[in-house]
């Protein structure tokens, strides 16, 4: 609050008034830069992340955090005062997304974190969506990490809701809500018939989180109550493909914007979908046909209602590989046939790999590997039919829009945020080439293997 001095005259109306009018004017007069862009980088082929064409022989211009114009070269002199990045034989896209991240767990304490977030920002990852764990923890890396403390991704969070037999069942919700009253954590909450809904969405609120997680032994009306009110208390709602019992057609009807992991969309053209959770893997992927009527009719309703599909094909390959056990037979062919189905039928799919972003072996996750989010969009181009750019699309619009971060982020534009990454060799010819990272910005500031 402004005071002023006392014995000071006050304003007067009128005077007020025409100091305000000449401020509008000199706004109105101001150029196009009101001072010189940080950072220009020139000569460089853009790959926007709407599904465009690349764009060579372009200039992006960025003023402190954001972009502020993208132009071909020349057409504009260059600002007195500006760093300059000659990008000639380079190629530029949105910072990547992954949508589906688990980062508590993943390290024994909090300094382990600093070279974990470090290794995904510097291998393109700009942002990530945690999909549960302790928010005690998410929530202060968040902070940390938002405001650019820590060389990291930006993190956004959610709280976690389910029935409450699953978390009697569930070692690791009653391991992220240590010290809490097991199901009354506000980031991990049991929810039943009696539960009073609007006070648990405003304590899964207060936590930070910006949506909330529907994971298990919920039937469709408490997914019905819950996705409403969570709507009304601006919160996104994000849920398993299938809640059991609650079906994928029950959360794409409750208006869910996310829809998680391909394989479970088996339950929707299943005889009945089970009440327990933990055979959510176990689909009868051998006789239950990907292009099921059930399940073109679940892409229809999420392609009119704007629902996205979060695939994480790379884990179910992973467990398919070292724990088939622990799957349903032909899992993985099964899968990458629904999501090719489902983007044919103009479903949006983002890009999650459900890791804490990076490989991990007994010793912890390996900070020398590039983030698996390059290894999932690969498999979006090899086995579901995306091209490159849609894969490119999928890890930066699609994923932005998934986190509810589409105004800020995912689009090289006048506005978002500057998060970019710069390649060194044309991923629209080849994915791979999402790999080849000569430098990393974040909000407008350049990140080297090393430095920065």
């Known amino acids: 609050m402004h005071h002023t001095h ?32 940080a950072l220009l980088l020139t000569h460089v082929a853009v790959i926007d992340g709407t599904g465009a064409p690349a764009k060579p022989g372009m200039t992006i211009a960025i003023d402190g955090r954001h972009i502020a114009a993208i132009y071909p070269d020349g057409s504009r002199a260059a600002p007195k005062g500006a760093h300059v990045e000659d990008l000639r034989g380079r190629f530029v896209i949105p910072g990547l997304i992954d949508a ?17 977030l470090r290794a ?22 968040a902070y940390e ?55 648990a969405v405003a304590e899964a609120k207060g936590t930070g989180a910006t949506a909330l997680k529907l994971y298990a032994n919920l039937p469709a009306n408490l997914v019905t109550r819950i ?13 398993h493909a299938t809640i059991f019992p609650a079906s ?10 996310t829809l998680s992991h391909s394989p479970y969309l088996v339950w929707a053209a299943a005889p009945k979908v089970p009440d327990d959770y933990r055979v959510r893997a176990m689909g009868d992927f051998a006789h239950i046909r990907p292009d099921a009527p059930p399940i073109l009719a679940l892409f229809k309703a999420m392609k009119q209602r704007g629902t996205i599909l ?69 498999l979006l181009v090899e086995h579901c039919g ?6 490119i699309r999928a890890a930066t619009q699609i994923s932005a829009a998934a986190m509810g971060q589409s105004a800020q982020r995912g689009t090289i534009a006048p506005g978002k945020r500057a998060d970019l990454v710069v390649l060194n060799a044309d991923p629209t010819h080849d994915i791979h080439n999402t790999r080849k990272i000569a430098f990393v910005i974040k909000n407008g500031r350049i990140y080297k293997k090393g430095v920065g």
């Open 248 to 257: 994928p057609a029950d959360a794409v009807a409750a208006g869910a914007d």
């Open 386 to 391: 995306f091209t490159p750019i849609e894969a």
């Open 145 to 199: 990490a938002n405001s650019d403390a820590l060389a990291s991704p930006d993190i956004y969070h959610v709280a976690l809701m389910a029935g409450p037999t699953f978390f009697a069942e569930d070692a690791r919700a009653q391991q992220a809500s240590a010290g809490e009253r097991l199901g009354f954590a506000p980031w991990m909450q049991a929810i039943g018939a009696a539960t009073d809904i609007p006070l």
């Open 6 to 37: 006392q014995g000071k005259a006050h304003m007067s109306a009128s005077t007020l008034m025409k100091r305000l009018a000449l401020l509008m004017l000199s706004a109105l007069a101001a150029p196009a830069f009101a001072t010189a862009p």
């Open 120 to 141: 995904l920002l510097q291998g393109g990852v700009t942002a990530v969506r945690d999909m549960a764990g302790d928010d005690r923890l998410i929530g202060y890396l």
């Open 227 to 239: 996705t409403a009110e969570a709507h009304r208390q601006g919160l996104r709602v994000w849920t």
């Open 310 to 378: 979060d695939a994480t094909l790379l884990p179910f390959k992973q467990e398919a590989e070292h724990d088939p056990g622990k799957v349903g037979a032909g899992i993985m062919p099964w899968s990458y046939a629904v999501t090719r189905l489902a983007h044919q039928h103009g479903v949006l799919i983002d890009v999650g790999t459900d890791s804490s972003g990076l490989a991990a072996d007994a010793h912890g996750p390996d900070l020398n590997a590039l983030p698996l989010v390059h290894t999932e969009m690969a």
């Open 100 to 116: 589906h991240v688990h980062l508590t767990g993943a390290e024994p304490d909090f300094a382990h974190y600093v070279p974990h």
